[in-house]
């Protein structure tokens, strides 16, 4: 993998973000109530999110959801839309050899995010396999914090740097240029939101973590704004690729482009959070060429209908319904 490398300044160049505090909403398909028991106390200081499941996930929960993915997939392109799916590892599958000794680990569950991947690449999206890079890279880049729900500003920016080698063949040469970032910056991170759910006695067992993230580079320009109403690359996500992370700053400096950004926390859900994007002005202003599309591997499980998501369920005829409203299909 390229290092991606600060570009020279220009003058679209954008805010400074840098990861601050731990992030305010979990990456899990609701915000759990603040209990004992939602997280599993691994070896050498690790947490894990007891949703993100070691063991009792039959891979046959994906028939749901992955079948809706790969159908939203068709209708896009049917759009006139190509789809990338960003699909991002399981924290306890990458990093099983922390569990506590007593956990079992299911075996199957190295298999999943390949199952969805090739599901999803078969119906036509373009989905960088990012667990694999992950895998190769991860004896020497820490890839999750440990005491927190998210992966690491190294994390997304190699995760970046992929999409951007597997999306960037299908692009035309831009007219305006990616974002620019510095060179890379020692930072802390304060405790993670996983400590917040740990009973109060055990918090101050887990201290701060060291990571390294970039900044934006700025020529003092201030109307330069993450959701770019020209940029023909659009991002759809959740928590993962809010700007702390810098996701899609290192994606835009990789595909030489402005590329726009629409999250949401994840308990809004992957499904209601594309169908709000559909429907905002930012879409309407600019409909891009290509949407990357943000699904975890451990919500496969859960559909648009999920509880999970609270008010922002739905049953799955109504979000293709929608879907194919929001996009004229």
Do not use: C
Request: cysteine-free.
């Amino acid at each position: 993998m390229t290092t991606p490398e600060p570009q020279p300044t220009s003058g679209t160049a954008r805010r400074s973000l840098l990861l601050g505090a731990a992030a305010a909403t979990l990456a899990a398909p609701a915000v759990r109530a603040q209990a004992p028991g939602l997280v599993v106390a691994g070896t050498n200081g690790w947490l894990f999110t007891v949703w993100d499941k070691a063991n009792d996930w039959p891979l046959e929960n994906m028939r749901l959801a992955n079948p809706l993915i790969s159908q939203a997939i068709g209708i896009m392109r049917g759009a006139g839309i190509q789809m990338s799916i960003l699909l991002i590892p399981s924290k306890t599958v990458l990093y099983k050899q922390f569990l506590p000794p007593n956990v079992r680990f299911q075996a199957d569950l190295d298999r999943r995010y390949g199952i969805a991947m090739e599901e999803f690449r078969r119906a036509g999206a373009i989905v960088p396999d990012i667990q694999a890079t992950f895998r190769a890279r991860q004896s020497a880049v820490q890839l999750w914090f440990k005491t927190d729900s998210h992966w690491t500003p190294m994390a997304a920016e190699i995760a970046a740097v992929e999409m951007a080698k597997a999306v960037g063949p299908t692009l035309p040469p831009s007219s305006r240029p990616g974002t620019q970032v510095t060179t890379l910056i020692n930072r802390q991170l304060p405790r993670g939101d996983l400590v917040r759910l740990l009973p109060q006695g055990q918090r101050d067992a887990y201290g701060m973590e060291p990571y390294q993230v970039r900044e934006i580079a700025s020529s003092g320009s201030q109307n330069d704004l993450i959701a770019d109403d020209t940029a023909d690359v659009a991002l759809i996500g959740n928590s993962y690729v809010e700007p702390r992370y810098l996701f899609q700053p290192i994606l835009s400096n990789q595909l030489m482009r402005p590329v726009s950004l629409f999250w949401k926390p994840n308990n809004v859900g992957p499904w209601a959070t594309i169908l709000q994007y559909l429907s905002s002005d930012l879409f309407k202003q600019q409909r891009p060429k290509v949407i990357i599309w943000t699904h975890l591997e451990l919500d496969l499980i859960a559909g648009p209908s999920s509880g999970g998501w609270s008010q922002n369920a739905m049953p799955p005829e109504r979000f293709i319904s929608e879907l194919r409203r929001g996009v004229g299909a």
